[in-house]
């Protein structure tokens, strides 16, 4: 495949004023030295190439260096060091209204920022219509754009940019902005594009469209390449990373009630046999519960709830459910649940564990945020919702052909 866009040992650095000062009459009466000026880099020896018709992602967390390196390729900024080359038509999709005038009307600013992009007077007229038709904005479009929302511009830029009939489009979070409708139609119009064989560069904080959409996709970290191939494992391997970040800064907290006569002294998650702090969907979860009692207890119940993390619960079985209810327990010993083929879908999730009496009225140990875990992609591709009900598909009728190319 012939390569539309290559990046060549890409470095960008910025130059910025170390603010090392102790207080603020230092602030203000330091004379700024050339010695405080550090030189920081934003983009470290990036190489990677963009190849004909395909979707390539850029992932990586705030301040990585993806709009760095998206303005780098659009030639916005100079590259400190390495080379970015570009052989076909592009349209980038930038900063939020960038290339607008606030002062001009939405019209006018169609008309300026479609010659910006390269297209004639003349065949920006041709293609009003559809434009406007695009954007949404018809009854808006003779308004000054500096009235617009942060959505209306990023909808009259967005039609804008695709209708210059770019060969290649750089796009930087345009998902993020702009309600739902909006967004499901610039991914309708992502497909059509690479139907047509053109070329989409997307940054995105929406590991959804990443995985569902890209061919390929690179992750950046403090302005290096962390990893590049295949966006499911790319995405995977990304979320992991961030999910074992996030849960060495802050452990969740977790809080006890109960009469206290039996508690529950330690839980573990066992996928085949071993610890873990992350499952994914499909696996078989064992939940295990370590009880000790200082006394011996009639009927005890054992119950855990499993839900998202500031979200839903899940599911909350218990051990009365089943009929696995011990006539007395005294001393210490171990509870299991089996959770077989788990239905959750990928995000941060939280268990609590409970012990109650027959009547499940009077509580002797409720643990809040016993253990928090995530859930990773498995077999199952969904992204939204709290579970998946496993889904199979199947279109018939006479108008129905075989499976699309893009599968
Ligand atoms: N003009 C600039 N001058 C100095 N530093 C800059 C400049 N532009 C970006 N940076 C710095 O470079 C780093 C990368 O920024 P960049 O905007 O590329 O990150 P990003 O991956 O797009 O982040 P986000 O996900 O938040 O959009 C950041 O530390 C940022 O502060
Ligand atoms: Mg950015």
């Not at 960008?12 to 009466?29: D, G, I, P, W, Y």
Request: proline share 4%; net charge negative.
């Amino acid at each position: 495949m012939a390569s539309v866009l290559t990046v060549d040992h890409v470095s960008k650095s910025f130059r910025t004023q170390a603010e090392r000062v102790n207080s603020l009459k230092e602030l203000v009466t330091k004379r700024r030295r050339n010695s405080d000026v550090e030189e920081f880099f934003a983009l470290r020896d990036v190489s990677f190439e963009v190849t004909e018709g395909e979707a390539f992602g850029v992932i990586g967390h705030n301040g990585s260096g993806k709009s760095t390196l998206l303005k780098c390729m659009a030639g916005i900024l100079q590259p400190t060091s390495g080379s970015v080359a570009v052989q076909k038509r592009m349209s980038a999709l930038l900063e939020l209204g960038a290339g607008f005038h606030p002062e001009l009307t939405g019209r006018d600013n169609v008309f300026l920022n479609a010659a910006i992009l390269g297209m004639a007077r003349r065949e920006i007229a041709a293609r009003f219509d559809e434009i406007v038709d695009f954007s949404g904005l018809a009854e808006f479009i003779d308004e000054p754009v500096k009235t617009y929302s942060s959505g209306m511009y990023v909808r009259l830029a967005f039609a804008v940019a695709i209708n210059v009939d770019p060969e290649l489009l750089i796009i930087d979070e345009i998902l993020a902005v702009g309600d739902v409708t909006f967004q499901q139609r610039c991914m309708q119009k992502f497909v059509e594009f690479r139907e047509q064989g053109r070329t989409i560069v997307l940054v995105t904080h929406d590991m959804g469209s990443v995985r569902n959409f890209c061919d390929r996709a690179i992750w950046l970290e403090h302005g290096e390449i962390a990893g590049r191939g295949d966006p499911t494992d790319l995405v995977d391997t990304y979320t992991e990373k961030m999910l074992a970040d996030a849960a060495d800064g802050q452990a969740m907290q977790s809080t006890r009630r109960g009469s206290g006569e039996i508690r529950v002294e330690e839980v573990e998650l066992l996928v085949d046999g071993q610890p873990t702090t992350h499952v994914r969907t499909g696996d078989t979860v064992v939940v295990r519960l370590h009880f000790a009692s200082d006394e011996t207890i009639e009927n005890p119940v054992f119950a855990i709830t499993i839900g998202r993390l500031g979200g839903a619960i899940v599911t909350f079985p218990s051990s009365r459910d089943t009929g696995e209810v011990p006539a007395t327990i005294s001393g210490s010993g171990t509870v299991e649940v089996r959770l077989a083929d788990i239905a959750l879908i990928p995000g941060p999730h939280v268990l609590h564990t409970e012990v109650t009496g027959f009547g499940r009225q009077h509580v002797f140990d409720h643990i809040q945020n016993a253990v928090s875990f995530d859930v990773l992609a498995g077999d199952v591709r969904e992204t939204a919702g709290i579970m998946t009900m496993r889904p199979t598909w199947a279109l018939s009728g006479p108008g129905v052909s075989g499976p699309s190319p893009l599968v």
